[in-house]
């Protein structure tokens, strides 16, 4: 007569496992239970209708009892359907983790125009069809300015060493223009088409100065030279931005790359706020190791080009050539009438007031109308 197995906790008779109750069953799962079948766990079979004890090592049974070939797992779910294709499944799991993938960046072509806009948030550079620029002809009483930038940027685009440059000064004064001038002037002198000039402009906005390493990395090894472009660099109180473009252009591991030069405008000298520096001196346990470091940014630029207010006759002259490069013809007198009464309505004398000026001379007369710079 078999043995009958223990109650189970519902009641129902649980199944006869052998006379002394040790069987060992073979299992899917790889842990095996060294305790014998009669103290096993209780749990519910998804291939039987009962509660059966089982350990960790058992079979499940089909409706009769007979071993079916499958086993229940330690948590009692329902094993994958053998029947269902496997790699189907997993291609569509592919298709899907790509489509939620971030593209791949497109690489960047170096020569697809002369100057660029970098754009930190997709790490590209941007092409610049047409630069906003005037001839640097036109530009008056930056006379010296301009020869020693020129010739620091000639140098630069022959290969050899050359100098970050930072143009502070008076609002208005060229600044902005002068290097783009500079920049065109260079590429037009080599006579190279589009694309493969001596020197690419790449502007850079302020608020991305902390994606300036990965600029730098990406035009590193690009077979062009740079010119790293930033308008109006300044920094305020609670911006630590500064510390990070200090290491970039001067005392870095890595260091500049040799085919890059930096170029900043500012309002600031130091480019930060004079109360910055102030406050830095009064509070400070050492004043002046607390100036220094503030102030250690800008000597990171080998020149500094100061741009300071033009007197009348600078400012006539300015006038005067703008008029003639639109092609104005009204009477030299009633020309520098005009300008003076709008430079006070302006309350400023500068090039960006003498362009504004021609500007709406132009439109009064029907003549051309050019993209207007940024002075």
Same mark, same amino acid.
């Given at each position: 007569?078999?043995?009958? $197995? ?5 009641? *129902?008779?649980?199944?006869? =496992? ?36 089982? $350990? ?49 960046? *497109? ?8 100057? =660029? ?8 550079l941007s092409p610049v069809p047409e630069v906003s620029k005037v001839d640097i002809s036109l530009l008056q009483g930056v006379q010296n300015q301009r020869d020693i930038l020129l010739e620091n940027t000639r140098r630069f685009a022959q290969g050899l060493p050359a100098n970050n440059a930072l143009l502070w000064g008076a609002r208005g004064m060229g ?47 690009? $077979? ?39 170029? *900043? ?35 990171? =630029? $080998?020149?500094?080009?100061? =741009? ?51 500007q709406d001379m132009a439109g009064q007369a029907g003549g051309s109308r050019d993209h207007t710079p940024d002075l």
């Amino acid at each position: 007569m078999a043995k009958q $197995g223990p109650s189970g906790a519902n009641g *129902a008779d649980m199944p006869a =496992f052998g006379g002394d109750y040790t069987d060992r069953r073979p299992c899917c799962n790889p842990i095996s239970d060294p305790r014998p079948a009669r103290v096993a766990a209780q749990r519910w079979c998804p291939y039987r209708s009962r509660v059966e004890q089982v $350990g960790r090592r058992h079979t499940a049974h089909g409706p009769e009892g007979a071993p079916s070939g499958r086993c229940c797992n330690q948590e009692g779910t329902k094993p994958r359907d053998p029947r269902v294709p496997l790699l189907p499944l997993l291609a569509r799991i592919a298709d899907a983790l790509d489509r939620l993938a971030p593209p791949r960046p *497109a690489p960047i072509d170096f020569h697809a125009a002369d100057a =660029f806009v970098w754009q930190a948030d997709g790490d590209r550079l941007s092409p610049v069809p047409e630069v906003s620029k005037v001839d640097i002809s036109l530009l008056q009483g930056v006379q010296n300015q301009r020869d020693i930038l020129l010739e620091n940027t000639r140098r630069f685009a022959q290969g050899l060493p050359a100098n970050n440059a930072l143009l502070w000064g008076a609002r208005g004064m060229g600044k902005s223009s002068l290097v783009k001038s500079v920049h065109a002037a260079v590429n037009e002198a080599a006579g190279r088409p589009l694309g493969h000039g001596p020197l690419a402009l790449v502007e850079i906005h302020r608020e991305d100065i902390p994606s300036l390493p990965r600029l730098l990395a990406a035009v590193r090894d690009s $077979g062009r030279r740079f010119v790293l472009f930033c308008d109006d660099l300044s920094f305020t109180n609670d911006d630590a931005h500064y510390k990070s473009l200090k290491a970039v252009l001067e005392g870095g591991v890595e260091g500049r790359p040799a085919n890059v030069v930096f170029y *900043a405008t500012s309002n600031r000298r130091h480019l930060m706020p004079r109360d910055m520096i102030d406050n830095e001196r009064s509070t400070a346990i050492n004043p002046s190791e607390a100036v220094e470091e503030k102030v250690s940014l800008s000597d990171r =630029f $080998g020149l500094w080009l100061g =741009f300071h207010n033009c007197d009348q006759d600078t400012y006539f002259a300015m006038v005067d050539g703008y008029a003639a490069a639109l092609g104005l013809t009204v009477p030299v007198a009633e020309l520098h009438a005009r300008a003076v009464e709008w430079a006070v309505t302006r309350g400023n004398r500068s090039g960006r007031v003498a362009w504004q000026f021609i500007q709406d001379m132009a439109g009064q007369a029907g003549g051309s109308r050019d993209h207007t710079p940024d002075l």
